[in-house]
């Protein structure tokens, strides 16, 4: 291949295509920067990931095609992927990480939802929109599509029992079980998502503007505002759902940051909050109440804030008792008081655990900062699936809800849950070498602080020479009481 040709391609968004000397598909991408991305291939760029390496003696030659944007460019990518199945997009040829957005078209109210496998059964009751790179790239659209043109992802007897859920009051499902839309209504919303699904989108947009000036010409304002509103919200979709990072391929840090900027954006849409800057999540690690921490780990702007991380030692309670120990943690972050220390307040408070813990520390939390519990519910194979609850600020009510965008939380909940262990077996470890040294003669607190500066652990003053723990302690009397006490044991 000659490689003064990629010189040629276009430095525009679209998808490009590498071929073998017969003629064959060996690779299907997209790209923001068609000519920077294919160039990549041949500069050792990208070669960190194991297709690459062994493609490029393979590729003979590369066709590429344009897209209006980036959404087009994803949807284009897909298709082309399923029909053509080309070697190296294992990705994609793998069940475990390529997802669809399927609707159940033949449903009285047809649902949306993103699935990574549908049976035969389910296919013949509707459609199946696909496949996307992963679980991610498919929930990035099936989220702002459901903002522009709500949707019921509730089964019919679930919305039948338990009325209209949270994504109703947000906004983002029409109630159409409770009578809150005609089927008629939300059939058209679904008939338009499926136009966008399919690429047949040209001129939509026009006809809506159009639509929306014969309201503002009747002066029908406020029809005329909700159709402005979804135009604008179908710009934003068409233009700036954005590609994995490409640039820089190797830089995982990077790609880390954007992924949780993008779920922070997501996320927002779907809590309906007016702005999503910071997330805080609580964990409680005790035994029977005793040396019992809460911890605080902290999402911001799209970054783990590590330097932001808290441990609240519990004072008040004697014994085992999750909900009280969240409550007081709570109570002292946003005390008055404390505000001058802890100034940045959060849109969304995350904490570990359901009904009984939200019913209580609700209480001590501004009502003006969304409550989210997660707990973990029914076992579904191998895996436990997880289960998130919402506190009403206004009605105090807590109900369970479903989540799309959920992988940021349950990171934030493992994060808090692995930092609140850490600092308890620091705690229990310190504890139990400061008890050690209590039963030694003549060892009181600064000498016992002394030598665990100097030695870090029990098991190296139990090791350690006469000489060296005097020189530590700078008292020959009690260097010995230690010297001759561990050499008893």
Known sequence: MNLNELELLPRKTGIYKFYNKKGEILYIGKALNLQARVKSYFNNTLYDRPYVKKMIPFINRVEVEETNNEVESLV????LIKEYQPKYNSELKDDKSYAWIYISTKEKFPTVKVVRNVNEKELKKGK????????????????????????????????????????????????????????????????????????????HISNLEKEMKKYAKAKEYEKAGELRDKINDLKYLSQKIDFEYEETP????????????????????????????????????????KEAYTSLVVAEEGEIKRSEYRIFKIKTLNKSNDMHMLKEALERRFHPKNLIKYPSIPEVVLIDGGKPQLSVVQKVIPKEICLLGITEGKKKGSRILDEFWYVDRESGKISR???????????????????????????????????????????GQKSRKKLLKAFESIENIKKASFEELNEVLNNKRISESVFKYFRKQ
């Open 76 to 79: 284009l990518e897909a298709a």
């Open 128 to 203: 199946l929109f696909g496949p996307y790179p992963n679980t991610h790239s498919a929930r990035r659209v099936f989220t702002y599509l459901r903002k522009i043109y709500p949707f019921c992802t509730c089964s019919p007897s679930k919305a039948k029992r338990e009325g209209v859920c949270m994504y109703y009051h947000l906004g983002l499902c029409p109630g159409p079980y409770q009578n809150h839309i005609s089927e008629a209504e939300y059939k058209e919303n679904i008939k338009e998502i499926i136009k966008f699904l399919e690429g047949k989108k040209k001129g």
């Open 250 to 289: 190797d830089s995982y840090i990077q790609k880390r940051k954007e992924l949780l900027q993008s779920n922070f954006k997501e996320l927002k849409i779907e809590l309906g909050l007016k702005s999503l800057n910071r997330i805080e999540c609580y964990d409680v690690s005790n035994i029977q109440g």
């Open 401 to 443: 809800i479903d989540i799309e965008n959920k992988s940021l939380l349950i990171d934030l909940r493992d994060e808090a849950h692995r930092f609140a262990i850490l600092h308890h077996r620091k705690a229990r470890r310190k504890k139990s070498q400061s008890s050690q040294l209590d039963n030694i003669l003549g060892v």
